[in-house]
Structures are given as C-alpha cells and as structure tokens.
C-alpha cells in the first residue's frame, strides 16, 4: 500500500504570515488522489483542499493552495494569511482510486501566533 | 443518514470485556473505512470495505481485531479481550467509492474507547 509521511511534527506561524506544511508520498499508481485534512481541537476531521494528479494545475481554496510535484511525490500546503483559526493539527492523505484505499500522514500540528 | 454516524460516543470497558463499535456510513456511499487515532497522532489505517467486501485488514493490530459490513451498510468493528494498548479513538469515514470528481472521506465523530 501507498506511504505518507509527513516530515515535520510541529510548526507555528505569525498570524498574518505564510506558511508551508510539507508532505511526501510513495506509490507505483500514476492517478490518484492528494486530500489536507485539517483537525482542530474539537478533533473533528475537515477537507481543506483535494488535488487529482492528473491535473497539473496546483489546487487552490482561497488562503489555502498546494504545491504538486508530480515526478517528486511531493504535495505540500501553503497557508496564506495565517490566522489564529487555523492552529490545528493537519495530515496529509493519498487516494488510490482503483480501490479507494485511502492512507493518512502523522500529522503536523500547526500554532498560529498572535 | 445526514452525515456518518458512529456509537456510543465513549466506551469505557474493562481489560478483558469484548467491545462492539458501528458506524452507520452516508447511504449509498460505496466505501468504508476505520481507522484508530491516538491524541496527536494521525489516522492509523486499519481496514476498508467496498460494499460488503473487506478490501484490505492488513492494518488490524492483531486477531483480537474484526469487522463487518454484512450488507455493505452499517459496519462493526469487534475488539475481543480488550487491552489497555487498545485505548483510543476509533473513527470511521465513508466515501461514494464509485470514481473520480468528488471524491473524498466524510468522517464520523469517532467512538473514544477507555479500557481500564
């Protein structure tokens, strides 16, 4: 089964700066799907942003965007604007969708500084 | 249902006792997972379905570990003789599973399980 890994446990921010959570993968599939969890405290789970890798263009959800390498395996997550809201933890997920096998990252938990 | 339901919301249980967990998935999603999350941990992967088909348990910790999905709908998750290691959050997701565009996991709130 494919791998995540998220190199970085921890992370924080000045409020109002930017950001970049990263995250690599590792599979043989050339489609597949590329999912930011975000987690607050509350421990709900909340889709920040999906990317299908036979789409070149980076996806973008307002302060959020990502940067897919491809030929790297790399699909990391700017956070733009940073604000006190989005301390939380954040893991990155892979999709095969030849059976919806679906893997998570450990995470980054990301503090957002006043 | 509105959204992925799991119960009870808290399990406390005693080393030993066997405990059930179930998850109620959006109806008509296709695809179903569990995974166990410790407190600051990510989502460990444990097994999925595709309708009633288990598709892979290779993430089962060991054979105290099943779970079903008879009818390729509501699922259960049995722990037998429960251990203190086995403490933790236990969350199901369900996707549609049927292809490309949307796709993506909606979550239950999880089920938190204390053995004591």
């Known amino acids: 089964a494919q791998t995540v890994t998220q190199s970085q446990p921890e992370m924080s921010v000045q409020e109002a700066e930017t950001v970049t959570l990263s995250c690599t993968y590792d599979t043989s599939e050339n489609n597949y799907y590329l999912f930011w969890y975000k987690q607050p405290p509350s421990r709900q789970m909340i889709l920040v942003i999906r990317q299908e890798a036979y789409k070149q263009q980076n996806a973008t959800e307002n302060r959020f965007s990502v940067n897919f390498q491809k030929a790297a395996k790399s699909f990391s997550l700017k956070i733009s604007d940073s604000q006190l809201g989005d301390t939380a933890m954040y893991f990155c997920?892979?999709?095969?969708?030849?059976?919806?096998?679906?893997?998570f990252g450990a995470g980054t938990r990301l503090t957002v500084k006043p | 249902g509105a959204g992925v339901s799991q119960s009870p919301r808290y399990k406390v249980t005693k080393r030993g006792q066997d405990v059930a967990l179930r998850c109620d998935p959006i109806s008509g999603h296709v695809s179903l997972y569990w995974y166990r999350q410790a407190l600051g941990q990510g989502p460990e992967f444990l097994t999925y379905?595709?309708?009633?088909?288990?598709?892979?348990k290779s993430g089962l910790p060991n054979d105290r570990f099943s779970a079903e999905r008879p009818e390729g709908s509501i699922s259960t998750l049995t722990i037998q003789r429960t251990e203190q290691r086995d403490s933790a959050m236990y969350r199901c997701a369900s996707s549609l599973g049927t292809g490309p565009t949307n796709e993506k996991l909606f979550f239950g709130s999880g089920t938190q399980l204390s053995v004591l």
């Open positions: 997920a892979f999709m095969n969708p030849y059976n919806n096998d679906m893997r």
């Open positions: 379905f595709n309708y009633e088909a288990q598709q892979d």
